[in-house]
């Protein structure tokens, strides 16, 4: 391959010269005679040779044009080969419409992080046009390295496209797509790709048991190796149902438990969807907390009779529907087995020390995922906590000098249950996404219904990584403020309804359509560095071997 780019002497599947356009609608390129639009998809990946720059930029649009006005109306006899071939790519012939979005400098080498920066202008007249070469796109996303994960190949292409890690967890991220579509399938890959960098630390809130020790293959039951199969030592597994652990025979790191004592006012806050509580109910807390204790409160609150309720209610000078609602929504907690009302625990302190090795934590809730209540409550009291602690030694490490927290990703799904319009304010996920990594800690939101999640945190997501979407609605949501937004609905909606996705962001330097990289397949597992039994024993005796040296010495 040479160095400007090109193929090094082998023919493009297509190419064309660039006729039209501007900067805010794209440029067209009339497609040479001998190149078909059936070999051309939307989302595609195309260099663009300029005069004294290459551009590249993603195919939005596809058409078929005629220099000829009658052609329609009288179209020749194309049962004469001969005339077909003549007609077409000269009377007819078919265009492309890119979006400029990089200019390669010829010259650098491929390590040079400046070898690409934003397109500002556009390619002159008549400027050659092709599909993108695996030079392209190694220096535009990076090779495979410690800090570019591989997490597909681009639109027909064989080529590796590679994430930089280190940008990714710079800010919060999110997977959306509609149900089937492959998000966790996707998200498996992501939290893979930090793992094996290390750039940060995953806590994980893994609501159906995809992501710990096992998960399923996309759209079947098959099962498929979680991240503590494929990584051991380096994650750990937390547990919330007992009886699930029970009955599927495994061994957690930590069983989780929660005391009454430490739920406060703000916990209950949160659930007021998952409860239906009123603004007053969720209220009334407070009013308990100085009441009896910021300990017992809850406890003591659930222990009274309900004509002990009507009594406390007057007292209190609260409403008192909305208090015996209150105790009788609250009840509700009384069916977890996570749930301890003799005293508190120290989960958050347990997670805080596996982070704080450089372990990766995944909380399965096994058969509470499908319990809202559950899943709201756990997720949003422990992130809220382990957000304190990550401020205190935040700010303990400016004014002392000390170490810095190791970076934190928390993954949550369902993302719109926290973060929707008139909650996310209540929510600690909404603040860590505002504050962008202030104190190491960013979010991996996963959801299949982005329009539900509010436009404010929207726009603070980094990097987007988004399969089909069919609602017009959450394609909006997806889109919003992003630049050259317009031209990539198309892209969006042309996306196969699996194991495929758009990536665009902080992390991308340009939008991407790729093929996610296989997962669920011996290869596959053996690229993430894994070992089944017989291949760990070979390895073990090698290691002793190189060791101590061979036995009969």
């Not at 407070?286 to 409160?297: E, G, I, N, P, V």
């Not at 892209?491 to 990289?517: I, N």
Request: aromatic fraction near 6%; include cysteine; proline fraction near 4%.
């Amino acid at each position: 391959m040479t160095q400007n780019g090109s193929t090094g002497g082998m023919q493009p599947a297509w190419s064309g010269v660039v006729i039209s356009g501007s900067l805010t609608d794209g440029v067209t390129a009339r497609l040479d005679a001998g190149s078909s639009v059936e070999d051309i998809k939307v989302g595609t990946l195309a260099a663009i040779e300029g005069e004294r720059m290459r551009f590249l930029g993603e195919i939005t649009d596809v058409s078929l044009e005629s220099a000829d006005r009658n052609l329609g109306a009288a179209p020749p006899d194309t049962s004469d080969p001969f005339i077909a071939q003549v007609v077409s790519g000269t009377t007819a012939y078919g265009t492309i419409k890119v979006a400029p979005r990089l200019v390669l400098d010829k010259e650098a080498a491929l390590s040079d992080e400046q070898a690409h920066m934003p397109a500002k202008t556009v390619p002159s007249h008549f400027s050659r046009i092709s599909q993108a070469t695996a030079q392209d796109i190694e220096m535009v996303y990076g090779s495979e390295d410690d800090q570019h994960f591989w997490i597909g190949n681009p639109l027909d292409m064989e080529t590796k496209l590679c994430l930089d890690v280190r940008r990714l967890v710079e800010r919060s991220n999110g997977v959306f797509g509609k149900s089937g579509t492959g998000k966790t399938f996707l998200t498996r890959l992501l939290l893979a790709g930090i793992l094996q960098s290390g750039e940060a630390v995953n806590l994980v809130f893994d609501m159906h048991g995809e992501y710990g020790w096992r998960g399923s293959a996309e759209g079947s039951t098959r099962e498929v190796k979680g991240l503590k199969q494929l990584f051991g030592s380096k994650v750990a597994v937390f547990a919330l149902d007992a009886e699930s652990v029970k009955r599927k025979r495994l061994n957690p790191d930590y069983m989780v438990k929660i005391g009454y004592e430490e739920i406060e006012p703000e916990d209950i806050q949160i659930l007021r969807g998952a409860l239906n509580l009123s603004e007053v109910a969720a209220d009334i807390p407070y009013s308990l907390q100085r009441k009896f204790s910021k300990r017992t409160w809850l406890k003591e609150f659930l222990a009274l009779q309900p004509e002990a309720i009507a009594d406390l209610a007057t007292e209190m000078n609260v409403n008192q529907g909305a208090m015996a609602t209150l105790h009788r929504r609250l009840g509700r907690l009384d069916r977890f087995s996570f749930m301890d009302p003799t005293g508190a625990h120290d989960s958050v302190g347990r997670l805080l020390d596996y982070l704080n090795r450089g372990m990766h934590v995944v909380l399965e809730f096994g058969g509470y995922g499908n319990d809202l209540l559950a899943y709201v409550l756990v997720a949003n009291l422990l992130t809220r906590r382990i957000h304190q602690r990550y401020v205190d030694m935040k700010e303990r490490a400016l004014s002392e000098m000390s170490p810095e927290p190791r970076p934190l990703v928390i993954t949550i799904e369902e993302a719109h249950r926290f973060l929707m319009p008139g909650i996310a304010e209540q929510t600690i996920f909404a603040t860590i996404a505002r504050e962008m990594r202030k104190y190491n800690v960013t979010l991996l939101v996963v959801d299949q219904r982005p329009s539900s999640i509010a436009d404010e945190i929207m726009s603070q997501v980094g990097t987007k990584l988004v399969c089909l979407l069919d609602d017009e609605n959450d394609v909006k949501a997806v889109l919003t403020g992003v630049s050259g937004g317009s031209k990539l609905r198309t892209v969006l909606a042309s996306l196969d309804s699996k194991q495929q996705a758009l990536a665009f962001g902080h992390a991308v330097p340009m939008p991407v359509v790729f093929r996610t990289r296989d997962y669920g397949t011996t290869e596959s597992y053996k690229s993430f560095g894994y070992l089944d039994e017989a291949e760990r024993k070979v390895k073990m005796e090698k290691d002793l071997a190189d060791l101590y040296g061979p036995e009969d010495e």
